[in-house]
């Protein structure tokens, strides 16, 4: 299966991006762990992050024709901010596993509220880059319990 990796803005800047809050680890060393991992149980990976909503929402929009199963989104900001991603996301009807490196319910209360949490599968936050290959973990299950 094709499984979708989003991620929005200022991810780009893992690795140096305020390291208290969401780790050392680079979105390249992420991007290439998830690949293994997929690779090696005979899926594909997609993956992208952008800092600029509307390219986002192309991608949301253009994976049913990629016969994308599941979406991994970490929306960043746009969590906290952007009901078009969640209708994006609504509108394709493709399950997805919301993802935040840092709790998000131990920071600013802004940060707290997710136009995304009530419609996902499941949310993981704290966990750092680990909650990106347990949404992976989780992804690969539902799919193989899928073919039974
Ligand atoms: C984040 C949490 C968001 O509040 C923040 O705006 C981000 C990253 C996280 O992964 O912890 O950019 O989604």
Do not use: C, W
Not at 107 to 136: C, K, N, Q, T
């Amino acid at each position: 299966a094709t499984i979708l990796v989003l991620n929005g803005p200022n991810l780009n800047l893992l690795g140096t991006r305020e390291p208290g809050h969401y780790g050392q680890a680079t979105l390249a060393q992420i991007q290439r762990a998830l690949e293994e991992t997929a690779q090696s149980e005979g899926h594909r990976l997609q993956f992208l992050q952008s800092n600029a909503e509307h390219l986002l929402i192309e991608a949301i929009h253009k994976a049913p024709q990629d016969d994308v199963s599941y979406i991994i989104i970490n929306p960043a900001a746009f969590t906290h901010t952007s009901v078009a991603l969640r209708d994006a996301l609504l509108a394709v009807a493709i399950p997805f596993i919301e993802v935040h490196l840092s709790n998000v319910h131990a920071r600013e209360p802004f940060r707290a509220h997710s136009y995304f949490s009530d419609v996902a599968v499941g949310v993981i936050s704290g966990l750092g880059a680990e909650g990106y290959a347990l949404a992976l973990r989780a992804v690969l299950s539902r799919l193989a319990q899928d073919q039974q």
